[in-house]
């Protein structure tokens, strides 16, 4: 890997750890304002419906510019978010308008992010080979993976009672906010002003794409036709497919672990983040071990899929007395392993199916619009899922009989889609060898 590859990981790592720290203590925020146990989970629609507005938008304009510069502008977008988000204390705003201008400002965040993912993901393809998309996706994502743990874990870490106190007690920190949701968010903004530094440092990789069109309309019906070529595509449907289901299913874990370490295992918020955080090294060490999975064999990697529903099935059968005494702190030993499992399981196969993804969109289409196709149908399964999740929570379902649901769910969505995959091969028995091979290729 070169230097502009690594500095783009160190963008990535900072930017990433930012929007789960920023997660964590936007929730706090809400719970500092009284909002509704609903408002948690209707604060991660709006990020996602950011990504699905912007779609047809996001990959022009990743591939107009250097990506290095795109990634700059967006970190920006979302320090502009993280000021607005308490803004609320000086604008007088009623206690509903508060939390909903907290919504509005997590929605700012997520239109950077929507901006940020097609030209980081992008880069990488103009970096690498094809056949070292998964080494590389493999560095990217367990790299990102880390900075979720890290970005839990900071996130539960800057809201508690310690250090939250800690910050406020300078007072030049306590002349700008004056609550712990606050000053976590500030700091969480500095982070931001970080990555943004790193992408200055992005070398350009001095790929022209044609000239991108610029009328809405015109985008629109081009990007609609993007989506028909990937999901038109033997290998690019499967993959698409997977990675759709597991992003929206990841995303509805990350709510699901939070409720179900306040509520099944009565869990403080910097508490629950912490089983964010173990979960999440269970896919980072899934991610390593998938690096091993060359490109031809990503579809090998289905059956994880449905093992990590049938996994999630286990989580309400987990006690909070299930506890190891270890240097004088009680351990949930129960849940943490079943979370590292969790983790495993999905991290070890979407690497792969990711990889596949971006080949088979880079040969397709361009960097910049098959990343936005991706992040488009990812963040629309996102929103229906998380809708869902809302929907039960708001009508009093408990977490138990929710998690239950979602791990028949993600269980029975996998299997149909191996059934799809085995009726592709057999109908189309050279399907594979167009994996391997170098360079660019046609549709098939």
């Not at 931001?192 to 985008?219: E, G, V």
């Not at 009508?395 to 791990?407: K, Q, R």
Request: proline residues 4%.
């Amino acid at each position: 890997m070169n230097r502009g590859f690594y500095t783009v990981m160190a963008a990535q790592a900072l930017s990433s750890l930012a929007d789960n720290a920023l997660f964590i203590a936007a929730i706090a925020l809400i719970q500092q304002l009284q909002g509704p146990d609903w408002m948690a989970p209707m604060m991660k629609w709006w990020f996602a419906a950011s990504y699905v507005l912007l779609a047809a938008f996001v990959g022009a304009i990743s591939d107009s510019y250097p990506k290095g510069r795109v990634m700059f502008v967006t970190n920006a977008i979302k320090v502009s978010g993280c000021v607005l988000m308490f803004c609320y204390a000086f604008l007088g705003l009623s206690a509903g308008a508060q939390v909903n201008l907290v919504c509005v400002a997590y929605a700012v965040v997520g239109i950077g992010a929507a901006a940020y993912s097609p030209a980081k993901y992008g880069i990488v393809t103009e970096m690498l080979p094809p056949l070292e998309l998964v080494k590389g996706n493999s560095w990217i994502e367990g790299l990102t993976i880390l900075s979720i743990i890290l970005g839990t874990l900071v996130g539960g870490v800057l809201v508690s009672p310690g250090v939250s106190a800690w910050l406020l007690s300078h007072p030049w920190l306590h002349s700008v906010v004056s609550t712990p949701a606050e000053a976590a968010i500030l700091v969480i903004g500095l982070v931001y002003a970080a990555a943004a530094i790193c992408t200055l440092m992005i070398p350009k990789t001095n790929i022209q794409y044609p000239k991108q069109q610029k009328n809405p309309l015109a985008l629109m019906t081009a990007f609609w036709g993007y989506v028909r070529i990937l999901w038109k595509d033997k290998l690019g449907q499967i993959s698409l497919a997977v990675t759709t289901l597991f992003w929206g299913a990841g995303a509805t874990l990350q709510l699901l672990v939070i409720e179900w370490g306040r509520s099944h295992l009565g869990y403080r918020l910097d508490q629950a983040s912490i089983l964010m955080g173990v979960t999440a090294i269970g896919t980072i060490f899934g991610a390593m071990l998938a690096s091993r999975v060359t490109l031809p064999r990503a579809l090998t990697v289905l059956p994880l899929g449905v093992g990590m529903g049938f996994i999630v099935l286990l989580m309400p059968l987990v006690q909070s007395s299930w506890t190891i005494h270890i240097l004088g702190v009680d351990l949930p030993w129960a849940a943490y392993i079943l979370l590292i499992l969790i983790g495993l399981t999905s991290g070890y196969f979407v690497v792969p199916m990711n990889a596949l993804l971006q080949h088979r969109g880079h040969v397709l289409l361009s960097a910049g619009h098959s990343i936005a196709v991706q992040n488009f149908n990812e963040q629309l399964n996102i929103l229906l899922m998380v809708a869902i999740y809302t929907l039960l929570l708001w009508l009093n379902f408990s977490i138990s009989f929710i998690i239950a649901i979602f791990g028949m769910l993600v269980a029975s969505l996998m299997l149909v889609l191996m059934r799809w995959n085995q009726l592709n091969l057999k109908r189309n028995p050279g399907l594979l060898d167009e994996i391997g091979q170098e360079g660019h290729g046609k549709a098939l």
